[in-house]
């Protein structure tokens, strides 16, 4: 429309929006069927701590006040756990909330982003929504390869994103590699580490816990979406040194989380066992979906997360596969948009949904 397109920044008309993985009511509307696996957007398919309801119905009392705007009972129980304080603590409305907060507060003019291909879409719209350009390098074996990023970084360059492990490809960078590129990169460039997927990585010897190191321009980026199960709830926080935090404070929306999202995510917090049980589960499942996946002779990348990558090496197959499994009640991921065509990507679910997904793909692939 010619009013829209005069409203509108060149960056925007040319912003190509954001596809998730589609809802199961949507695929049983479209369908016709009413059993349909969704393996498609990473989510938990335990669910959530049982702690997690109740303190819902709790905080619903109070649905017609604001939220505490400071997140103050939340980020306190986040520092204690990290050991730090509130000042080093920001909440959002999932990660990406907190990305697009990042964002509004440090980029402007021709500063530049600096990232790797393939991986997290959601980074490179929140950048480009601001006009903000993003350069890429390419990914090694499916992994960052940090020493062609640090050697891309230019006088332009603002923020570094590292997906940590990385999403869509489940890999991780070890120690070496994350101090190598910290010692390269210039201390005023931010590097934001997005640990989504930190809980199911946690106990690798080699995985580099971005907080453990506490560097002044880094901020590690966490989420309840994934081991905690609150994905439907929008909840995310960011750790960083206090005077970063303090001028995305003076940015960040003051009502966001929700109320009810912050009184979830004290609630899930508190329950480890949960979380351990969900990732107890995701390994195990994830080792039955590697033993059938070697048994079709499928390519897949061993991975850090609770998604495996599965590289066809054609894009026409991959678009025949997840149209068959779509069309069989199964939603997985087809990775064109991360720009992996060739590739799709499934979410490990529960055995039941993880041995139907395994069924239909043998079908899909034979
Ligand atoms: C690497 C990565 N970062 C961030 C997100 C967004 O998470 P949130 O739900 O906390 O916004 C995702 C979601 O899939 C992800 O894979």
Do not use: W
């Amino acid at each position: 429309m010619e009013v829209a397109r005069r409203l509108v920044p060149e960056f925007i008309e040319k912003l190509v929006p954001y596809r998730p993985g589609k809802p199961i009511e949507e695929v049983q509307r479209e369908l016709g069927i009413q059993q349909v696996v969704k393996l498609a957007s990473n989510e938990n398919p335990l669910g959530v701590s049982s702690e997690v309801p109740p303190a819902i119905l709790e905080a619903m009392a109070s649905i017609h006040r604001y939220p505490d705007a400071g997140g103050l009972v939340l980020r306190r129980a986040i520092a204690d756990k990290y050991c730090t304080t509130v000042e080093n603590v920001i909440l959002g409305s999932g990660s990406e909330g907190i990305m697009g907060n990042i964002a509004r507060t440090f980029l402007h003019d021709d500063d530049e982003a600096l990232t790797s291909e393939g991986t997290f879409v959601g980074f490179h719209i929140i950048v480009r929504s601001q006009g903000i350009k993003v350069r890429t390098v390419p990914l090694r074996k499916y992994s960052f390869d940090l020493g062609r990023i640090a050697e891309a970084v230019s006088p332009k360059t603002k923020i570094i994103y590292l997906a940590n492990p990385n999403n869509p490809t489940g890999t991780i960078f070890d120690h070496a590699a994350f101090e190598s590129f910290i010692g390269q990169v210039p201390p005023h460039v931010l590097v934001l580490a997005d640990e989504a997927y930190f809980e199911y990585t946690r106990r690798s010897e080699v995985f580099p816990d971005s907080m453990t190191y506490r560097y002044d321009n880094v901020i590690t980026l966490r989420t309840f979406s994934k081991a905690y199960g609150l994905a439907g709830l929008r909840l995310g926080y960011g750790l960083a040194h206090e005077s970063l935090i303090s001028h995305l404070l003076k940015v960040k929306l003051p009502f966001e989380p929700n109320s009810l999202a912050q009184a979830a995510g004290l609630a899930a917090l508190k329950d480890q066992d949960f979380v351990e049980k969900t990732v107890a589960l995701n390994e195990r499942e994830k080792d039955g979906m590697y033993e059938a996946l070697e048994k079709m002779g499928l390519n897949f990348v061993p991975s850090h997360t609770n998604f495996v990558l599965i590289e066809m090496g054609d894009e026409k197959i991959v678009d025949r596969i997840s149209s068959e499994l779509l069309a069989s009640g199964v939603v997985i991921r087809p990775l064109r948009s991360f720009g992996l065509p060739t590739c799709f990507r499934i979410t490990i679910g529960l055995p039941a949904e993880n041995d139907f997904l395994i069924e239909r793909l043998r079908e899909a692939v034979s």
